[in-house]
């Protein structure tokens, strides 16, 4: 990659925080990556409403094959930051390089089909559909999205046999994120809880290779909030990269390699999470600033 | 005894049920539709018959309703791609009906006519009024569609009726084109050859035309005219349009391009945060859907032999909305059934009421309603009864707005809408074979 490093005290982490990706299965794609690649490198972020200025030039990367957490008192720009990246805000300035490839000012479902896929802070079910039919939407490169394919008789038989494929691949995810009970219920009967899987089991559905999850622990019971980490762990030994907004400190700072603290707008620190903990300024901010 | 014997119908009856569900879920929909169909049509008839009704104006009437079912049919489903599964709220189903039947006005007019066309045969104005409409549905969600959902309703209705007063201009009226007066006609409308002509050029095919000769000898031999064989079979055309449009919607419904479009319903961004190109696939369902409310308009309107702009008001969109919720907005058999219950009994139901009370209640209307009601006061309820009667096609209003409400109040979803229509071109609920449960 051409783009130089945007901060400095960068370069010293990965080392430490890629280090555990390095005992991922033999002959694993992601574990040949170079260390210091960067997957998303966000630069000089800047998005304003009106007069608020929501996002203030925020810069920071997360690099492959790593949990990131994200955090920041409330008012932050965190799901501002989000929504810019994945392009449901166009950013006044600034710019966010997904892969090697300047994604700015994308729209949403360009970003997504390059594999950064979201999940919402408030899961968005599609209430009047089934969980299957939720988690078969999203599969990239499905033949039957062509009108023609769905509608021809020689074209469908394709279709047919692809979709036989992708719903023995709905009901696993299902069953790993144990609503296969659910799976013919409509979506808008879940629980809270079950609606933040089914979001996030959608997402991965997609196959993506970058996660950016928001709050995916809220509202989830505490046997299953350590399987879906240790499912996210998995993931991440499989190349997936994770960028988390998450309230939860014991799960930032357990589970992240490096965290990002977003403050007014623009980063206040980053790097690893012991490093976070005893920073004075980000305790100011948590804390009450005039303290 | 007796209490036995009702017993023994209504476990019938419940084998009957069992044996229903027990059918794929489209052959069942099938039996309960034509079922529906048979006894809608054995009753009336029936009432017509012992009320004294002749029975001409009987079959007449079943005819009616049937072509009133089978284009409300048409439009309904087309209506339902648009609205019950993408929830584009379009309001506009007029205007495409109206491209579609001056496109096809203007192709097959007789050259010499005035306003002049181009002497085109049937099947080519019915394909290029067809295209025309689905062009123009393209064309306008360019637009259309980069506003939210109420303002493209209002950007619709705004098109059919801009469609609608263009046609009537005077400026689009007449067009001289190298000593041939070619135009919509303004108000006094445009004629053509209608398509219901489609028949006698179907039978005039060869190999089909053998066909006629022996439906209209079975015809004369039951003691119908040519003229009526010819409507009964241009109402099975129809039908079968409708069997068509059916297959190619549920085609469409059961893919995964059906399962964006109810993404696109349920919440579009989340469409889009999973990588869905929602924009084209708007512009590609209703480009496909104002084709279909084109040629259902060709079928329709294009039976007569005259176009006119009074054929294409906003009210006629509002019926086929009626009709579609009435059957269940995001069901393709909802939008059938709905059409029927719409066509048989809030548009042509009420007629044939008028029909049957007129033959057997004698009571002549009162000028105003306040005479009726002076009458009544005077223990005469006849001139009340009378005045209803002459009123009935306005009371047609009130009805539909009854039933209406009570739908909503007892089955807000419909008569078929709370059913899972699925959205995929396999049986999903099938899991991965050998699977036990944790």
Same mark, same amino acid.
């Given at each position: ?55 203030? !030039? /925020?810069?920071? =990367?997360?690099?492959?094959?790593? *949990? %990131? @957490?994200?955090?920041? &008192? $409330? !008012? /932050?720009?965190? =799901?501002?930051?989000?929504?810019? *990246? %994945? @392009?449901?805000?166009? &950013? $006044? !300035? ?8 300047? *994604? %700015? @000012? ?186 | ?438």
């Amino acid at each position: 990659m051409s783009d130089p490093q945007p901060e400095t005290d960068e370069a010293a982490e990965p080392s430490e925080a890629v280090g555990p990706s390095e005992t991922a299965e033999p002959g694993d794609t992601a574990a040949a990556k170079p260390v210091d690649d960067a997957i998303l490198r966000v630069d000089g972020l800047e998005k304003r409403f009106g007069g608020i200025v929501a996002v203030d !030039g /925020a810069s920071f =990367s997360v690099e492959r094959g790593t *949990i %990131t @957490g994200l955090i920041g &008192p $409330n !008012g /932050a720009g965190k =799901s501002t930051t989000f929504n810019c *990246i %994945t @392009g449901v805000h166009t &950013p $006044n !300035g600034g710019s966010v390089v997904f892969d090697g490839v300047d *994604i %700015t @000012g994308q729209s949403p479902d360009r970003i997504a089909t390059q594999g950064l896929v979201r999940t919402f802070q408030i899961a968005r079910e599609l209430p009047e559909m089934t969980v299957l039919e939720n988690v078969m939407l999203g599969p990239k490169n499905q033949l039957g999205e062509s009108l023609w394919r769905s509608v021809v008789p020689g074209a469908r038989d394709a279709v047919v046999q692809q979709e036989e494929q992708l719903r023995e691949q709905a009901w696993e995810t299902l069953e790993f994120f144990e609503i296969d009970h659910l799976a013919e219920e409509y979506a808008g009967t879940l629980s809270g809880g079950q609606r933040k899987l089914l979001d996030l089991a959608r997402a991965l559905s997609t196959d993506p290779e970058m996660l950016l999850l928001d709050e995916p622990m809220a509202g989830v019971n505490p046997s299953l909030e350590t399987k879906l980490l240790s499912r996210i762990h998995d993931l991440k030994q499989q190349g997936y990269s994770f960028l988390l907004v998450e309230h939860d400190m014991d799960v930032i700072m357990e589970h992240c390699e490096r965290v990002i603290v977003l403050h007014q707008g623009s980063v206040l620190a980053d790097g690893p999470p012991a490093a976070i903990r005893s920073n004075e300024a980000v305790m100011e901010a948590y804390l009450g600033g005039d303290v | 005894m007796s209490d036995a014997r009702i017993d023994g119908v209504w476990s019938r009856v419940d084998g009957l049920r069992t044996r229903l569900d027990a059918l794929p879920q489209w052959q069942s929909d099938l039996v309960v539709l034509l079922g529906g169909v048979v006894v809608t049509y054995l009753v009336f008839g029936l009432v017509g018959l012992v009320s004294g009704v002749s029975p001409n104006a009987v079959v007449g009437f079943l005819q009616t309703v049937t072509f009133f079912a089978a284009v409300f049919a048409l439009l309904t489903l087309a209506l339902n791609l648009h609205w019950g599964y993408t929830g584009l709220f379009n309001i506009g189903v007029a205007g495409f009906m109206a491209i579609g039947v001056y496109t096809m006005a203007v192709l097959t007019a007789d050259p010499t006519g005035s306003p002049a066309g181009f002497g085109l045969p049937i099947p080519v104005g019915i394909v290029g009024g067809t295209l025309a409409a689905a062009a123009a549905g393209a064309v306008l969600a360019l637009p259309a569609l980069r506003v939210r959902s109420d303002y493209f309703a209002i950007v619709t209705l705004g098109f059919s009726e801009i469609v609608r007063l263009s046609i009537t201009s005077g400026t689009l009226r007449e067009i001289e084109v190298a000593g041939t007066v070619y135009g919509t006609g303004g108000g006094s409308g445009i004629r053509y050859t209608p398509v219901d002509s489609l028949v006698s050029w179907l039978l005039g095919l060869p190999g089909v035309g053998a066909v006629g000769e022996v439906l209209y000898a079975i015809g004369g031999a039951v003691g119908l005219t040519e003229s009526i064989v010819d409507r009964l079979l241009y109402a099975l055309v129809l039908i079968g349009f409708v069997v068509l449009f059916y297959v190619l919607l549920r085609r469409i419904a059961r893919s995964p391009f059906g399962r964006v479009l109810k993404a696109i319903r349920e919440d579009e961004l989340v469409a889009r945060s999973l990588g869905k190109n929602t924009q084209l696939a708007k512009i590609k369902v209703f480009a496909v859907g104002c084709g279909l409310m084109g040629l259902a308009g060709i079928l329709w309107i294009g039976s007569r032999s005259l176009a006119t702009p009074e054929s294409f008001l906003p009210v006629v969109t509002f019926y086929i909305f009626v009709a579609l919720i009435v059957g269940g907005a995001g069901s393709n058999t909802g939008s059938v059934a709905g059409a029927f219950v719409f066509a048989a009994f809030l548009w042509e139901g009420p007629r044939f009421l008028r029909t049957i009370l007129r033959s057997t209640v004698d009571a002549r209307a009162p000028p105003t309603i306040y005479d009726a009601v002076v009458d009544l006061l005077a223990f005469d309820p006849l001139p009340l009864a009378g005045y209803l009667i002459d009123s009935l096609d306005e009371l047609r209003w009130v009805l539909i707005g009854v039933v209406l409400i009570a739908l909503m109040i007892y089955r807000p979803n419909g008569l078929f809408g709370d059913r899972k229509e699925i959205a995929a071109a396999t049986d999903l609920s099938r899991r991965p074979g050998g699977e036990s449960d944790e």
